[in-house]
């Protein structure tokens, strides 16, 4: 267990809705980054968060966005869903910012599945 | 072309054998190298990462990083069905506030038969 909860494990919905994915990191830790994983793309980089500042984008669609609150807790916000945004989210956290050092630990991911 | 290539396997090898899992990388800027591990339906988990070329061991398994090359492998010694997962390497650049988003590869599927 890496201390990294996201919920739902689970979402089914349809095209053109919009869901909410979130995730807590480990305590203490005030990074937060997004994958999302495909079986044609693989693990991809969406939007780091830290301390509540978005530091870095990804390749993220204009349809998604994500914040992270002051308690250190994030959302990720897809909107106007379409088939090909069915994959798996995962969430990371990590300590620091993106130091060299900084080890992100990843939760145990949303699968998302769009009818 | 993506910037990192990983064999998608899936690799099946016997109980014990030493296993060998590859990456290459276009990126001359990837200083910071990681491999992680995926169990079916959980999230990776971080196995090891260097930031140097050569090699680093940790228990069975040694990371090795050949920079002129832009080629990574990790090895698994006396392999176990334990390990039967999806290894996938990472790599990141240094940025001015320390260490740029990291990119994966696509992953390699092991499976190790008893």
């Known amino acids: 267990d890496s201390g990294v909860t996201q919920t739902p494990k689970h979402l089914i919905t349809a095209t053109g809705q919009r869901v909410t994915l979130r995730c807590s990191p480990r305590?203490?830790?005030?990074?937060v980054y997004w994958y999302q994983q495909s079986l044609d793309q693989g693990l991809q980089f969406l939007i780091h968060?830290?301390?509540?500042?978005?530091?870095a984008k990804g390749n993220i669609l204009e349809r998604f966005s994500a914040q992270q609150f002051p308690d250190l807790h994030s959302e990720l916000n897809l909107s106007s869903l379409e088939l090909g945004d069915s994959a798996l989210y995962f969430c990371?956290?990590?300590?620091?910012?993106?130091?060299?050092?900084?080890?992100?630990?990843f939760g145990p991911g949303t699968r998302l599945t769009v009818l | 072309q993506k910037e990192v290539e990983q064999d998608p396997g899936p690799l099946s090898v016997p109980e014990g054998a030493i296993v060998s899992l590859n990456c290459t990388y276009s990126?001359?800027?990837?200083?910071?190298f990681m491999w992680y591990r995926q169990y079916s339906r959980k999230g990776p988990e971080l196995l090891m990462y260097?930031?140097?070329?050569g090699n680093k061991e940790d228990g069975r398994f040694t990371a090795q990083v050949d920079k002129s090359s832009k080629y990574i492998s990790l090895f698994i010694r006396d392999s176990q069905p334990s390990d039967s997962a999806t290894y996938l390497c990472?790599?990141?650049?240094?940025?001015?506030?320390?260490?740029?988003?990291?990119?994966f590869g696509s992953g390699t599927r092991l499976q190790v038969q008893p």
């Open positions: 990126n001359s800027a990837f200083q910071y």
């Open positions: 990472a790599m990141s650049a240094r940025s001015d506030t320390g260490r740029r988003a990291l990119t």
């Open positions: 990371a956290s990590s300590e620091l910012q993106g130091a060299l050092t900084d080890t992100q630990y």
């Open positions: 305590s203490g830790d005030l990074s």
């Open positions: 260097t930031y140097s070329s």
């Open positions: 968060y830290y301390n509540g500042e978005e530091r």
